[in-house]
């Protein structure tokens, strides 16, 4: 009689050393997917300031281009596009860090897939940048240097601000997958919370 109630002990203990193990490396696994993301997180502000950066040159682009001062369209454009180009590689980094962690988790799966569109929407304005560039040394040769009067420079600048266009379109459609791909992962969280 005394052997099935140890047998029924010991199995108990069995079942609760086994329990806890899984919660405690559950809790663990847990805990170093949140220090990944905040870790990633972390990143990501720093590579802000590019963005930020980026951005500002941008728009002080699209200033000179209203005003018509077409060497200050190219310098604000190239001063941009160093800064997208470092925040596009900002975020390749994060990604690459968080990929070598090798995590199978669904939050990072998502906050990998964030990245990637945080890259090509950096790319979209790089290359936006260019083609503005480029149509600003058009228009500057049409209107400030004594042209012929079948001169193309005109219809070329023109051409670069539709494909400048085109790239805004992308990066507009970038965006707004990235806004889903945000929303993916808060509802994620919020389940694991």
Do not use: W
Request: hydrophobic share 35%; with cysteine; charged share 35%.
């Amino acid at each position: 009689m005394k052997i099935p109630i140890i047998i029924l002990l010991a199995t108990m203990l069995f079942g609760v050393l086994i329990f806890g193990y899984i919660f405690y490396f559950s809790f663990i696994q847990t805990e170093s997917i949140y220090k990944t993301i905040l870790r990633a997180d972390a990143d990501l502000m720093e590579i802000s300031i590019d963005s930020q950066m980026a951005d500002s040159y941008y728009e002080e682009a699209s200033y000179a281009y209203e005003d018509e001062d077409y060497n200050e369209v190219e310098r604000n454009c190239r001063l941009a596009r160093e800064y997208y180009s470092e925040e596009s590689q900002g975020y390749k980094r994060v990604k690459a860090e968080l990929n070598e962690k090798e995590i199978k988790d669904e939050l990072i799966f998502l906050y990998v897939d964030q990245l990637e569109l945080l890259s090509e929407i950096a790319i979209n304005m790089y290359e936006a940048c260019e083609h503005f560039e480029s149509a600003a040394r058009y228009y500057d040769k049409y209107y400030n240097t004594d042209v012929p009067y079948d001169d193309m420079s005109f219809d070329i600048g023109n051409e670069e601000i539709k494909m400048m266009n085109e790239k805004i379109r992308d990066h507009d459609n970038a965006v707004e997958r990235y806004n889903n791909k945000l929303e993916e992962f808060r509802v994620e969280l919020n389940k694991k919370l």
